[in-house]
């Protein structure tokens, strides 16, 4: 069975940066070999994609992250982050990690961003 835990949300006033963090785990999970993407989904609005970094490592990003944010991995750690700098409130969301390859996808639960002064 694959976990996917989201971490790292909390509240940032605007202008201000937030680091979060995705961890995979499962005893037949082979980290390196997936794709992963960062979404976000605000009251009332469909999922967005945010960003998507490949198994080899090449980054991607929706026009809304692009240049404010970087996303990185760690296949040693098994983790993948989203760091966004200049946050809006428009920013405010829970924010999900999806790990995916293939015909398979896994999700977490998320984590909860609020830009708020």
């Known amino acids: 069975q694959v976990q996917i835990v989201e971490s790292g949300g909390g509240l940032v006033q605007p202008g201000g940066s937030l680091r979060v963090s995705c961890t995979a785990s499962?005893?037949?999970?082979?980290?390196?070999?997936?794709?992963a993407g960062w979404y976000r989904q605000a009251p009332g609005q469909e999922r967005e994609l945010l960003a998507w970094?490949?198994?080899?490592?090449?980054?991607n990003y929706a026009n809304s992250a692009q240049g404010r944010s970087t996303i990185t991995r760690d296949n040693g750690k098994k983790t993948v982050d989203l760091q966004m700098n200049s946050l809006k409130p428009e920013d405010t969301a829970v924010y999900y990690c999806n790990m995916f390859r293939s015909k398979e996808s896994y999700w977490g639960q998320g984590t909860q961003v609020t830009v708020s002064s």
């Open positions: 970094i490949t198994s080899t490592e090449n980054a």
């Open positions: 499962g005893s037949s999970f082979i980290f390196r070999r997936f794709h």
